[in-house]
């Protein structure tokens, strides 16, 4: 799975670089979604504002309990990447809808037992609204983020984002 998410880093770093000058960017902080609280970085492929782009964030976020015997302290790290489509008849008002994988790492650190680490990952599919102006400023989307894996589904999801458009 690492090789997977440096693979998939290294290709969008690359493709970043190419259209870095004139292609639409964006950075957003979304909860709920694939990421459950994630900063993200958004960028289209092609030299336009809507079209086919990707996603890449980090989130997570982490629980320190105090009891009698000690002090527990548990980790969520999450890595969503995601490529998605930008439908648009006004280039502010945008239909996107996307798909992905987000990996997923649990640590639980205690004083009296031992270190606990489990990984996994899990797929995503993206519907949703996006409002991004043409010439870079606030951006919000909100949208119905359906997750899979091995153990199940869940399809009625939600993702609310604010960021910026550059």
């Known amino acids: 799975m690492k090789k997977i998410i440096l693979s998939t880093g290294i290709f969008l770093l690359s493709i970043t670089i190419v259209n870095a000058q004139t292609a639409a960017k964006s950075i957003f902080v979304e909860l709920g979604g694939p990421g459950l609280a994630s900063l993200n970085y958004d960028m289209r492929l092609q030299k336009k504002e809507d079209g086919l782009g990707f996603r890449v964030g980090v ?16 980790g969520l790290l999450t890595i969503p990447v995601a490529l998605n489509y930008l439908l648009s008849k006004d280039q502010r008002n945008y239909f996107e809808i996307g798909a992905g994988a987000t990996y997923v790492h649990l640590s639980n650190k205690s004083q009296n037992f031992d270190n606990e680490q489990f990984s996994t990952s899990f797929g995503h599919l993206h519907f949703g609204y996006r409002l991004q102006p043409v010439n870079g400023g606030f951006t919000f989307r909100a949208g119905i983020t359906p997750i899979f894996n091995g153990n199940g589904f869940i399809p009625y999801y939600a993702s609310l984002s604010f960021g910026y458009k550059f």
Do not use: H, L
């Open 59 to 74: 989130g997570g976020f982490t629980i320190n309990e105090n009891y009698g015997n000690g002090n527990e302290r548990s």
